[in-house]
């Protein structure tokens, strides 16, 4: 059988959770295309879908705004190429806000 | 011979170092060699988690052993705060404090939580309270409350505003008018340099009363480095010694160390995620950078924190080469308490700042000769005498209601 769809969690702390509706952890399922999902993918998805309030707190441009740390499976993003890694399933993407000021 | 290739390399290194990419595909931790890294430092060195929580650990020992401030069995009162620092130094301090080894931490920390998140609902603020007690209570420390609108409207009565229970903390919604109300309609710049006065002579006075003879703070290096910047800017140049040093001895009796100054804000968030721990956070409402000197040096900080990184230690650094002025007598400044300058044989930037304002705004006597004019300003200035602020705060002082602080 094939899956049609890529179920990972995702993990918000430091302060980003209140962006999600004050959740910590959320689990989801990205349907499946022809192209494999990035995180920089995975960054408009969750913009389009998750992000509650304040975008300009979690995203920028591209990428996350500076002073979110990103870690894939406890791993620092910036080993893992940052939005270009490539999402398998399972894995666990979580978001550290380390903004300053509240 | 001169060689064109290496000006350029020369040139290169007048400038600012901007962030760096490192190709980390496959690389090893640089600590043990072996293991996988999960973390990268300063955008180029990588680390696996177990040497990366070692050293951070390491780091924050080696600050506390160094200075030696803090005696076994004296108390030492935490500047508590929301956010990853005050988090991860109350995890260094629990898990020193539950070492059974030789270096085991032996003295008592004692919390202190300031309120004065004026511009948050008193809903949030009650909010905010209630978690920080939580936090406490996790690590098993003992906490005291302040609401530094109280103190700032009367200092006197210490003992009656220190709480040991979050809900005795007095919260109004008309805080932040009531700060106001003692200030004659300050500058955004003045205003928070006001209150951040208050909030330094706060932390003495409990401190006082508390008997701790040590205060630590949760500054991280990026806070040193705005600090020290805003600093020049407000012409308390005199004083970034104090402001930004590891120790700050103004105050006779009580000595305050800055333990984490040397740790940038995504060592310690990851400390704390490795950790599991969730520092207390609020969402704050968006700080308009050209508001005042302070957010606009938090922002050009932050800013060279993102694209070059190195320059954060860089500042932090050549502020630690800065020496405490010696021309100091005995007074010090009503409201900052920084030791008051004496007069020097030479003139200095402050007093020189203050002759050249005198001079352009004389009216010149034309009916002597050019010689004579001059002789006569020169005569005539009395250079002011900060008999009771320093340079800054007589700036300030004009902008205060109250009678003697
Ligand atoms: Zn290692
Ligand atoms: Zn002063």
Redesign the interface.
């Known amino acids: 059988m094939v899956e049609n769809s890529l179920t990972i969690s995702l993990g918000f ?3 980003a959770e ?2 999600f509706g004050n959740k ?1 952890n959320i689990s989801i399922s990205l349907p499946k295309t022809q192209k494999q999902w990035t995180i920089g993918e995975l960054l408009k998805w969750i913009k389009d879908n998750l992000l509650q ?2 975008p300009e ?1 979690f995203i920028q441009d591209d990428s996350v705004r ?2 979110i ?1 990103v ?1 894939v499976n ?3 993003w ?2 893992v ?1 940052t939005v270009n890694y490539e999402i398998k399933s399972e894995d666990k993407i ?1 978001f ?3 903004l ?3 | 011979m001169c060689n064109v290739g290496d000006d350029v390399e020369e040139e290169k290194a007048k400038f600012m170092q901007a962030r760096t990419t490192v190709n980390l595909k496959n690389s090893v931790c640089v600590k043990c060699r072996t293991a996988k890294p999960q973390v990268v430092l300063q955008n180029q060195y990588p680390y696996c988690k177990d040497c990366f929580l070692s050293a951070t650990v390491h780091k924050f020992k080696a600050l506390l052993g160094k200075n030696r401030i803090a005696h076994p069995n004296e108390k030492v009162l935490i500047y508590h705060k929301t956010g990853h620092a005050s988090t991860a130094l109350l995890h260094f301090l629990r898990t020193g404090l539950d070492l059974t080894t030789p270096k085991k931490i032996r003295f008592e920390p004692i919390l202190l939580f300031v309120e004065g998140d004026f511009k948050l609902s008193v809903q949030q603020r009650r909010l905010i309270l209630q978690q920080v007690s939580e936090e406490a209570q996790r690590f098993g420390f003992r906490i005291n409350y302040v609401c530094l609108t109280q103190y700032i409207l009367d200092s006197t009565q210490l003992s009656s505003l220190i709480c040991d229970k979050f809900d005795d903390v007095l919260i109004k919604e008309n805080d932040a008018a009531s700060i106001a109300g003692i200030m004659k309609k300050p500058n955004v710049t003045t205003q928070t340099e006001i209150i951040k006065l208050y909030e330094q002579r706060l932390l003495v006075d409990v401190a006082k009363f508390l008997n701790c003879k040590c205060i630590f703070t949760p500054d991280l290096g990026i806070d040193i480095a705005s600090q020290l910047l805003t600093n020049v800017c407000l012409g308390r140049g005199e004083h970034i010694v104090f402001d930004t040093g590891t120790v700050d001895s103004r105050d006779s009796e009580v000595t305050i160390l800055k333990p984490l100054r040397n740790f940038t804000i995504k060592e310690i968030a990851l400390y704390n995620f490795f950790n599991g721990l969730e520092p207390v956070r609020f969402l704050a409402e968006n700080v308009n950078p050209y508001k005042s000197i302070q957010n606009l040096m938090q922002k050009f900080v932050s800013d060279l924190q993102e694209n070059y990184p190195a320059t954060i230690s860089t500042i932090v650094r050549t502020g630690d080469k800065l020496g405490v002025n010696k021309n100091v007598g005995e007074a010090k400044c009503l409201l900052c308490k920084a030791p008051l300058g004496t007069k020097p044989d030479t003139l200095s930037s402050s007093e020189a700042t203050n002759f050249s304002h005198w001079v352009s705004t004389q009216t010149p006597n034309c009916g002597v000769s050019v010689r004579d004019r001059s002789k006569h300003i020169l005569e005539a200035f009395n250079n002011a005498d900060y008999g009771k602020y320093c340079f800054s705060c007589n700036q300030i002082q004009p902008f205060l209601c109250l009678r003697e602080v």
Do not use: A, F, N, Q
Request: glycine share 24%; charged share 25%.
């Open positions: 702390g430091g302060g209140l962006l910590k309030e304040r707190l500076p002073g740390l870690l406890e791993v620092d910036e080993l190429d979580v550290i806000s380390t300053h000021g509240g």
